[in-house]
């Protein structure tokens, strides 16, 4: 009997586990916590993760919790462990209708991602007989009838969705989008037009307008409808259809950008959209002045990445790493300007440096397989041929597929004298060069093995993307025909100068030097620059030695160098007997703050002439304004309309700067530092006026923060576009100095500064700077007899009329060296001045100027 009543008590107790309610569940304490941390402003699924964890602990049958657990795990494109997650959520979540219907939905979801085709079927037929009229499975169903071609099918879902949501887009759009496939067009823009009835601030659908328009070649129609698009929101197919435009809808589009940079004059979105037109076409050029203007206007780290990519393009490589290195200090997280810096490392002949900085890069993403693949390019380059097959392997490892890592390790495999596997590498690259799954004329299926038809190349089967490899392989199987065959229905595709450059080499490697020139120089005219990868490339070794390749590597090496330059940052060059290097700046702006609550720095400002606080979030990567100051700034005068950026609504029934606002700041002073133009997100909550991130401060350079001292510090970058790069002059030579004027020792009435975004520019740039430097200094004839030599460092200032004034010797070496200094920068022309929001402003400079007497010199006077 006793044992009778324990089987009862303990059946009892398991009946209390498992019969909880849907309240009592979803308002446990683990299930809760769980939920706070994937939903809230700053989601942390991996803590909520094991909160949910704990939760199933606790209770095993809480299928909320196994459908957030799930969520997580499809994620992050961990199937197995959502579908499991999902099998076990949907029996315990059968009482419940919505949620039934979502894990249903979601497990369709990830079916559809493992190829169970079937079983999402059936899934989303669960969803919709819960809930019949459900957003999100109708739109999942219909897409996937969108991308497999079945048009009507998906109308009839998005039928259903409109009919039981009249009010809802989503249909309308869903059904114009399918009319646009099906060449209905008029259909479409009634569909579009009655969308935008419903929702006038809907961007999607003025981006499918646009794409109907131009598909009328209603081009002016579609421009207009883009640029709304934008206006309304970063909406990415409007973004995207730019990039693909063609003319003549381009050059209308980019007219109209310019009109409307100059209507939303604080926006740099417009002027940024036209870069990215510009350099889609390879037009770099017109794309650097168009990202300096978005530059000018509000810098982040993109508008300086994209510049490093275009200077880059056209081969000034030292540019390009000064940008990256700026994006970088702006933006560390991003772990993709890593790779640029160790390619444009490379292509400065810096491979060392270059393998350093890739595997920094491989520290931080040890799951990422580029940054291996090209660390064994590098490696594969300085003859370590053990060291670039390890890195290749562990490429291949992660990306099986990838055929530059199968060729390259077939060529070390070669060079070890591993003919083997240099040939089960090469067989590879060329069966992942096939298109998969394709058809043969009787629709019997190909493998990817089959890459010969009747002792010919399989051209119908190439790939023909940017992941192509098949020429070399066939060559390395040595199968020539067979490659000159894929090159050239390669170029047939795709004339570009990679293919060019390609060709070349494939020519190259097979003794055709005459050819493989003529293939060179092609590439070459079509903007190929990466002189030091020609240099550093095995393949074009037998063009090397010839003097007709020298010839022509120094006529296109000069074509660049002799090209107009946008920008002149980050430059490092020779002048005759002097060379200039920008690494050594001394302009360092020290701010005082106080630490507040919460570890915050608060640092005194000036915004548009009204005295405030900035608070420094190191964290932040935004800048916010709190409502309260912005309306009040509003009121008064210290903001205007024309500062709102983008939107015409701003302002709230009560007459406050509506949340979310952005505004620009038109200036913002601390210290002896100036930003203009700051974009500022109005925000309810925000303790602090104006809070500050630190990828802000960024635009004037390094930023330090010394607890000790309690300042902030600021070391300027390279200089931008125009200005001296505070760097040494190295001078040598000999002569007598002349007569020393004397500097302008006057007063400083005005404020100086030391740091402005627009720094002021020596007429010309500074190519003729340096021109001028090195053809004015004169070694003096005293200090050549002394032996004396050292860095002397002049100061000076850059008045608003562009005149130089209150030149004085910072660090000074001897009299004779310290007059010769200061001699040539007193009798420099005006320069164009500084300027910081609109008006010219005192800039003040060091330059550091280095005499050296040359080694051979002193070993004569020896």
Known sequence: MKQLIIIIIVLFQSVCVFAQSKEELQNSYNFKRGQELLFGNNPDQSSALDFFKKELAEHPNNGYALYCMGLIYDDNEQEGDALDCFNKAVPLLKKDKNWISYAYRLRAKVNLKLG???????????????NPADENTL??????????????????????????????????????????????????????????TLDPKSSQAYAFRAETYLELNKNNEAADDLIMALSIDYNRKAVGMLQDIKSPAKEI????????????????????????????????????????????????????????????ELGEYNEALDYVNRSLAMDSTNTSYLLYKANFLYELG???????????????????????????????????????????????????????????????????????????????????????????????????ADIEVNNRANLDHITYDDDCNAQYAYLGLGKKDFAIAVQNSILAHNDDKGSYYDAA????????????????????????????????????????????????????????????????SGYKGSLGDASVST????????????????GLCKVKCNINGLPLNFWLDTGASDVSLSMVEATFMLKNGYLTKDDVVGSSYYLDANGNVSEGTVINLR????????????????????KAPLLLGQSVLARLGSVEIDNQKQVLRIKPFQLPEGAIPVGVLEVKGNGSPR???????????????????????????????????????????????????GLVIISFIVETDGSVSNISVSKSVSPSLDAEAVRVITAMPKWMPGKSNGHAVRVKFNVPISFKIPKEEKDDKQ
């Open 116 to 130: 169970n085709d079937e079983l999402a079927f059936k899934d989303w037929k669960a969803s919709l007989k819960e």
């Open 667 to 686: 200036n913002v002073s601390f210290g002896d530092c100036e930003l203009t133009n700051v974009k500022a997100s109005v925000v309810s909550n925000l």
């Open 253 to 312: 589009l980019l007219a109209k950008l310019r009109i409307q940079q100059a209507k939303d004059k604080n926006n740099g979105l417009w002027s940024f959209l036209q870069g990215g037109i510009y350099e889609e076409v390879d037009e770099y050029q017109n794309a650097i002045k168009a990202y300096e203007e978005a530059n000018n206007i509000s810098t982040s780290s993109s508008v300086i990445f994209r510049l490093s990519l275009c200077h880059s």
């Open 583 to 598: 690494s050594a700046l001394t302009n360092v702006s020290e701010i005082p703050f106080t630490r507040e609550a919460g």
């Open 739 to 789: 007569p020393v004027k004397d500097s302008d020792n006057g007063d400083i009435e005005q404020r100086v500064f030391e740091v402005v975004e627009q720094m002021p520019s020596f007429p010309g740039g500074l190519n003729e700077l340096m021109n001028y430097l090195s053809t004015n200094i004169v070694y003096p004839e005293e200090a050549w007899k002394k032996g004396e030599e």
């Open 350 to 448: 810096k491979t060392k440096e270059a393998l350093n900085v890739l595997t920094s890069y491989i520290d931080k993403e040890p799951d990422e397989y580029f940054g291996y693949y090209r660390r064994g390019f590098f490696k594969y380059c300085t003859d370590d041929f053990d060291g670039a097959i390890e890195d290749f392997t562990t490429a291949l490892v992660l990306q099986p597929h990838y055929t530059y890592a199968l060729v390259e390790r077939g060529e070390c495999y070669k060079h070890k004298g591993d003919l083997t596997a240099a040939k089960a590498d090469f067989i590879k690259a060329l069966e992942e060069s096939m298109v998969r799954d394709s058809v043969d004329v009787n629709g019997n299926a190909r493998k990817s």
């Open 505 to 568: 080499c494939l020519y190259s490697k097979m003794g055709e030097y005459d050819k493989a020139m003529g293939y060179l120089r092609t590439a070459l005219e079509k903007g190929f620059r990466r002189f030091t990868h020609i240099m550093n490339d095995r393949d074009l070794d037998g063009l090397k030695n010839r003097d007709d390749f020298k010839a022509m590597m120094k006529e296109f090496k000069a074509k660049v160098n002799d090209a107009p330059a946008l920008s002149v």
């Open 139 to 196: 739109s999942d169903r219909a897409e996937y009838y969108y991308y497999k071609g079945e048009y009507n099918l998906a109308d009839a879902d998005y039928d259903v969705l409109i009919s039981s949501q009249p009010g809802n887009t989503l249909g309308y759009l869903g059904k114009g989008r399918d009319a646009i496939r099906k060449k209905q067009y008029d259909e479409a823009l009634r569909l579009f037009n009655y969308s935008l």
